[in-house]
């Protein structure tokens, strides 16, 4: 285990933890990424960042990995 990234010492609630848990194990990555991310956006991991920022972090996770893949063109059916 990377002691650098521990998902339970992120400043977030059990179910917003849950909810990046989950969609990191349904792509198949590492708790590192939201780390990653947060640094991104606010140059700090998550253990470190108030609520909001978490909350936009979170954000961002969901629209990179979390959004089901129907809406390529915004309609279903694939007609351009």
């Known amino acids: 285990n990377d002691p650098k990234t521990d998902p339970d010492k ?3 609630t059990i179910r917003q ?3 990046i848990l989950s969609i990191l194990e349904r792509n198949d990555l590492d708790p590192e990424v939201v780390d990653d991310l947060a640094n991104e956006l606010h140059g700090r991991p998550m ?3 108030g609520k909001s920022q978490v909350s936009e972090v979170i954000g961002q996770v969901l629209d990179r990995w979390g ?3 129907k809406t390529t063109n915004g309609r ?3 007609r351009q």
Do not use: Q
Request: hydrophobic residues 35%.
């Open 76 to 78: 279903a059916g694939g």
């Open 67 to 69: 959004r089901h893949p």
């Open 47 to 49: 253990s470190d960042l």
């Open 17 to 19: 933890r849950a909810l």
């Open 10 to 12: 992120w400043n977030c």
